[in-house]
């Protein structure tokens, strides 16, 4: 993710970028292994462009989630390993796509968290399932509802990321699992790897379709609308519930 002037945050052209070229991998034989990372060294992807999400309505939030939606479920299913090297800040929909991967490698400098309750919505590309799975539906909760971050050695306690290394070291040991994984039968991997999906996701698809559908309802709200004003303005939003 190559928008190291925003921290790497996705707005439409760059996930419309990230899904198309997920895709290609997906079909390309030669491409065994996926490792995906932020340009820079501050950020894997500081979540989605605020700017960009505070003046849409709620149409326009739903082909927001369902395009960051399509971007995980690619990393999630696609027939080879995903690898997230989380370099930085791993924030809203950064932390998302990071869930969707395989595999999670973080930087010690990293941090992890879903903040959207401050901006008055909810994760939309699927943190409100994903993280629940990787983690425990008890520590989700408390990311979710109360918006905090983590940093990198609460995160890997929490299972939320596989292995920490230093900021050198993170890129150098991810291709060192990508080239072991390379290694083994691409058939058997890409149907362990279905195998062990049916078993984690259970009917997430569905649940996805809810998390969508809630998230997209928020932009309806003024809360969300002030949410996101403050995070542009910054100050702190005073919220309503209306």
Not at 83 to 112: K, P
Not at 176 to 194: F, M, W
């Amino acid at each position: 993710m190559n928008r190291p002037d925003a921290l790497n945050a996705l707005d439409v052209p760059h996930a419309e970028a990230l899904r198309d070229r997920l895709v290609e991998l997906s079909a390309d034989e030669a491409a065994r292994v996926v490792i995906l990372t932020g340009a820079g060294d501050k950020a894997f992807a500081a979540g989605a462009d605020i700017k960009y999400m505070s003046s849409l309505g709620v149409l326009e939030a739903r082909r927001w989630g369902e395009l960051g939606q399509g971007c995980a479920n690619l990393l999630e299913v696609m027939p080879k390993p995903t690898i997230a090297v989380i370099n930085g800040f791993a924030l809203g929909g950064g932390c998302e796509l990071a869930l969707a991967c395989d595999m999670r490698l973080a930087s010690t400098r990293a941090l992890l968290g879903q903040p959207e309750i401050n901006l008055g919505v909810i994760p939309g590309w699927g943190g409100t399932q994903r993280l629940a799975r990787v983690t425990s539906i008890g520590f989700a909760k408390e990311l979710v509802l109360t918006g905090r971050t983590v940093d990198a050695a609460e995160a890997f306690r929490r299972g939320l990321v596989n292995a920490v290394h230093e900021p050198g070291d993170v890129m150098p040991k991810a291709l060192e699992l990508g080239h072991s994984l390379a290694e083994k039968s691409p058939l058997a991997t890409a149907y362990a790897k279905e195998a062990l999906n049916v078993v984690a996701m259970g009917e997430q698809h569905a649940h996805l379709e809810t998390e969508e559908r809630l998230f997209a309802m928020l932009f309806a709200s003024e809360d969300q609308k002030e949410g996101m004003a403050a995070f542009v303005e910054k100050r702190e939003p005073r919220f309503t519930g209306r």
